[in-house]
Each structure stands twice: as C-alpha cells, then as structure tokens.
Nanobody, 125 residues
Framework: QVQLVESGGGLVQAGGSLRLSCAAS????????VGWFRQAPGKEREFVAG????????TYADSVKGRFTISRDYAKNTVYLQMNSLKSEDTAVYYC??????????????????WGQGTQVTVSS
C-alpha cells in the first residue's frame, strides 16, 4: 500500500507560480510511475504530468508543456510539480498519483493504483 499526501495548493494570480508536493509513505518508490492529474468543476479528471521514478523520464500534457515541471526527491520519497506562468484555466483540484509498472507512464485515470486526497489550485485572472 502507498499513501500519498499533497500540499502546496492555494490562490495565485495569473502569471504566478506554485509548487505542489506529494509525500509518499508505505513503501519506497522503485519501479513506479508517479504523476499529477487535475480535475476542474464539471470536467473529467485529466493527466497533467508523469515521471518514471527510477529513470526520470517525463511526459506532459500539451496544455502545460513549457510551464510545468515534474521532479522527485529520492531521499524524501516525494514528487513535486512546479507550475509557472499559471493561467485561469489551470484552476482545478490537483491529485498526486502512482502506479507500479515495469515501463511506461500512465496517462489515464483508470490506470492509476494510488491517489492522494487532492489539493486546490485557484488562479485568478
């Protein structure tokens, strides 16, 4: 079992930045993919960014490429999402996610094994 706890959400003006953190407990990540999804009111949960824990390969949704960066800290078993140049359309609840698998990065919510509780990000225009 893996428990994921997000932090770092909040209210920010358009053009600003936030950094989300996701601390994992239960076991250390190894052959896992970790990532972030988001869900805006009235919309389906969507993929934002993902990473292979061991190799560091990353992938991003087209809507956040060049603005968001996913990273990890091995020692802390923690995943981060640095969000820059935020837009009003980035407003959503952001969820940390993980899945143990030998290769690839899941981009569909149904592929995910573990979810955090979510953290609200609100971007004011």
């Amino acid at each position: 079992q893996v428990q994921l706890v997000e932090s770092g959400g909040g209210l920010v003006q358009a053009g600003g930045s936030l950094r989300l953190s996701c601390a994992a407990s239960g076991r250390a990540f190894s052959s896992d993919a970790v990532g972030w999804f988001r869900q805006a009111p009235g919309k389906e949960r969507e993929f934002v960014a993902g990473m292979r824990w061991s190799g560091g390969q990353t992938t991003y949704a087209d809507s956040v490429k060049g603005r968001f960066t996913i990273s990890r800290d091995y020692a802390k078993n923690t995943v981060y999402l640095q969000m820059n140049s935020l837009k009003s359309e980035d407003t959503a609840v952001y969820y940390c996610a993980s899945k143990w698998l030998r290769a690839g990065i899941p981009v569909l919510p149904r592929e995910i094994d573990y979810w955090g509780q979510g953290t609200q990000v609100t971007v004011s225009s």
